[in-house]
């Protein structure tokens, strides 16, 4: 099984590098159009730089100048999913703490929270507030005997980013199970994580498992699909250790930005380049989206 879920990621990545991000045609009363650039700013010591402005910024598309129009905080919407399951119930106290804390770090964004331990499912959405939200993460428990479900968990966050319609999401998995139990097709998963065209991040303790239960081992699928996603699949060895995870993700999304440039109508996002009018400093790119 792991083998065939591993072909299925590797095959739907190749579709999507030749498709994502492109506009669909622009309609006859059409004037213009902008794209989105979600990036980061670094200096020579590849720290974050968040003070700067539309002038600051260098876009090129195959070769050609394009007018950046504004610069902002990527507050684009999070979903954090937490691993429920019978492999989780040593580390889940020390997880849904991280957790809390990541929760307080990343700022008023849309937010949702869910489980994946047995069916996944949310238990906040995208309408509650914060206040409802860190409630609900705060009465959560682990598990007994369902075992975790992560591919199918992703998917079903997937689904709650494409309702959004947001140009650029963070679902983010934080697991203790060695091994996945999702029941749906793997080719079905994995389309819809790939399709919601989320940034997947996964935190996943490889220490406290056991090697026992049925099901594929996720790691490799998982691994490739974050990568593709261009997010972060971050391995631990101790539930300590998701605090400090989760606070260098919590980092990062609060220092991307999101860069809105002028484009020719029905153009595509083809060889994007980006720069920076900042001595020393360099600019890591994490997407282009149409408006």
């Known amino acids: 099984m792991r083998t065939n879920v591993v072909a299925v990621v590797l095959a739907l990545l190749a579709f999507v590098a030749s498709a994502a991000f492109q506009q669909q045609p ?3 009363d059409t004037t213009g159009a902008s794209r989105f650039a ?3 700013v670094l200096d020579p010591r590849n720290r974050p730089v968040v003070d700067v402005g539309a002038d600051d910024f260098v876009i090129q598309e195959g070769g050609a100048s394009r007018e950046v129009l504004s610069v902002r905080p990527a507050d684009y919407p999070v ?4 691993d429920t399951g019978i492999d989780a119930r040593g580390d889940f106290a020390l997880m849904k703490k991280a957790a809390e804390h990541f929760v307080e770090r990343i700022g008023p964004r849309p937010l949702a929270i869910g489980i994946f331990g047995g069916a996944p499912k949310m238990i906040a959405g995208f309408d509650d507030d914060r206040e409802t939200a860190l409630a609900r993460l705060g009465e959560l428990a682990p598990g007994t005997l369902e075992p975790s479900e992560l591919l199918q968990g992703a998917s079903v966050a997937a689904g709650a980013i494409r309702q959004t319609g947001a140009l650029f999401a963070a679902l983010i998995m934080l697991s203790s199970a060695p091994r996945d139990s999702s029941q749906a097709s793997p080719d079905a998963m994995v389309a819809s994580i790939i399709d919601s065209g989320a940034i997947l991040h996964v935190i996943a303790n490889r220490v406290s498992q056991s090697a026992a239960g049925a099901g594929f081992r996720p790691a490799a699928a998982i691994r490739a699909l974050t990568e593709q996603s261009r997010g972060e ?3 631990i060895y101790s539930a300590a250790s998701y605090q400090s995870a989760l606070d260098r993700l919590a980092d990062r999304l609060t220092t991307e930005l999101l860069i809105e ?3 020719p109508v029905g153009s595509k996002p083809n060889d994007v380049r980006l720069g920076v009018r900042i001595v020393g400093a360099h600019v890591r790119g994490l997407g282009v989206a149409p408006r």
């Not at 979903?79 to 937490?82: A, K």
């Open 26 to 28: 622009p309609s006859p």
């Open 38 to 40: 979600l990036a980061t």
């Open 79 to 82: 979903i954090v999913m937490l």
């Open 233 to 235: 699949y971050t391995t």
């Open 261 to 263: 440039y002028l484009v």
